[in-house]
């Protein structure tokens, strides 16, 4: 008997609850009527009369031949989702919930997830990955408009949400790395430690991948996803953060995700460092900069490029939420400025000790001796979305010369692969006239030093 605590049965009821009114989840059957005839809706009303008395694989039979018969019949595909999903061991809504529990294991806290036998965990990821090639493809003629549109992708986002951050569980298992590892909060919101995933190497665009899937569920039903997610974060971000809150929070991190995964996917193989590399104290893209750019989908200096060479990123805060002091800071005259929490914006960067030593615009000065460093132009992200301004204040006397963007990427990648401090291709001179941007403040010893360690 699986048993959980007080709060934690308080929300999954919740959960529950909303998702049999819904009358549209995985995890419960459907009504059955008699079929009258040889149509997509009479197959599925045979395929739910088989699901009702528990004959899955005839059930799955009646659901491919609706669909077969029509493949908008939005029915159909529910029904044959839940079919497989139901012919899968340990995947209930009960089970699957639970897998996040805290759990000890030589005197360490861990969750069931990473504590089951290995033989568990791939059968319950088959069984997922089973049941997910039927809801993608429900979901992309959904989005795409190839439904009828009785039953939306909206109707099932509790259901998905639960299976997808199991599935991000389990890869999170099999790299051997923690969830809480990733994900942070504090005082001033919730952070992503970008740190986590250099360590994941070739396995990292899979795991966005998965990650991204299970986003787009828990935009799709906000509330109930962040009752699920809660689970997965440390327990730390309850001290911070209302329950009230989690909601926009989720969807802000979920956004955070899911603009990384759009990039990781569409990034040609030989420019992965240049997006992949976190963090690492060197100039990646060419542009004489080092970890210049902050993880916040825009571009921070000036070059036309998007969140390339990214800094450290465990000074991003990426939600904000309002202060708690906030009727005091109206009555004194403050700003008591609060921040969309749907958009996994950047309120401000924190000087972190692994810069004393990197220069990230090259004007010989670190850290906080060069404030410009870490400073936006505009303080407020707000301010910064309605100006469309997102540089940092080093960048604004940067410059890029070339015809285009494309123009400005194809210098940078000669410069990027000129590597040999013994066959130099392109002189520092070279350099300040191709590309610009952080070479024009090099000193001939400093250009030597760009090809150490390359």
């Known amino acids: 008997m699986i048993k959980f605590p007080h709060s934690k049965w308080m929300w999954l009821a919740a959960i529950s609850m909303s998702m049999g009114v819904a009358g549209c989840n995985l995890f419960h059957p459907t009504d059955s009527r008699d079929a009258e005839n040889n149509d997509a809706p009479a197959l599925t009303l045979d395929g739910y009369k088989e699901f009702q008395d528990a004959n899955y694989d005839e059930a799955r039979k009646f659901f491919n031949k609706a669909i077969r018969a029509d493949s908008s019949y939005s029915q159909a595909w529910v029904g044959l989702a839940k079919a497989v999903l139901n012919t899968q061991k340990g995947l209930n809504v009960f089970e699957l919930i639970s897998y996040s529990q805290k759990v000890e294991q030589n005197g360490k806290s861990t969750n069931k997830l990473l504590s089951m036998p290995e033989e568990e965990a791939s059968a319950i990821s088959r069984g997922i990955d089973s049941v997910m090639v039927i809801l993608n493809q429900f979901f992309d003629r959904d989005t795409s408009n190839r439904t009828d549109k ?27 790395a923690q969830l809480t590892n990733l994900v942070s909060a504090g005082s001033s919101g919730m952070m992503l430690d970008l740190n986590a995933l250099n360590d994941l190497g070739d396995s990292l665009k899979p795991f966005l991948n998965d990650m991204a899937a299970a ?72 542009d004489g900069c080092v970890d210049e750019e902050v993880l916040d989908n825009y571009d921070n200096d000036g070059d036309g490029e998007i969140d390339e060479d990214v800094r450290d990123n465990r000074s991003v805060v990426l939600m904000k939420k309002r202060p708690q002091n906030y009727n005091d800071l109206i009555a004194i005259g403050q700003d008591p400025t609060t921040y969309d929490l749907t958009k996994a914006q950047v309120d401000s960067l924190s000087v972190l000790g692994k810069y004393d030593i990197i220069d990230i615009d090259m004007d010989g000065k670190t850290t906080q001796n060069d404030l410009d460093e870490w400073q936006f132009v505009y303080r407020d992200p707000n301010e910064r979305d309605e100006k469309d301004n997102h540089l940092l204040q080093f960048a604004i006397d940067l410059s890029f010369p070339g015809v285009d963007l494309d123009d400005k990427i194809r210098n940078k990648e000669l410069i990027r692969h000129d590597t040999n401090v013994n066959n130099i291709k392109y002189s520092l001179a070279d350099r300040i006239r191709m590309v610009g941007g952080c070479w024009r403040n090099y000193t001939g010893e400093q250009f030597l030093k760009w090809f150490e360690g390359r």
């Open 150 to 176: 009785k039953i939306r992708f909206s109707n099932i986002a509790d259901s998905y949400t639960i299976l997808q951050l199991t599935k991000v569980g389990l890869r999170i298992r099999s790299l051997n």
């Open 215 to 286: 986003a787009e569920a828990i935009k799709a039903s906000p509330e109930s996803a962040s009752e699920i997610i809660k689970a997965y974060l440390p327990d730390t971000t309850r001290q911070y953060f209302e329950d009230d809150d989690y909601a926009e929070i989720t969807v802000g991190l979920a956004n955070s995700v899911i603009q990384m995964n759009d990039r990781a996917q569409t990034v040609p193989e030989d420019r992965n460092s240049v997006f992949f590399d976190f963090g690492n104290g060197r100039d990646d893209d060419g």
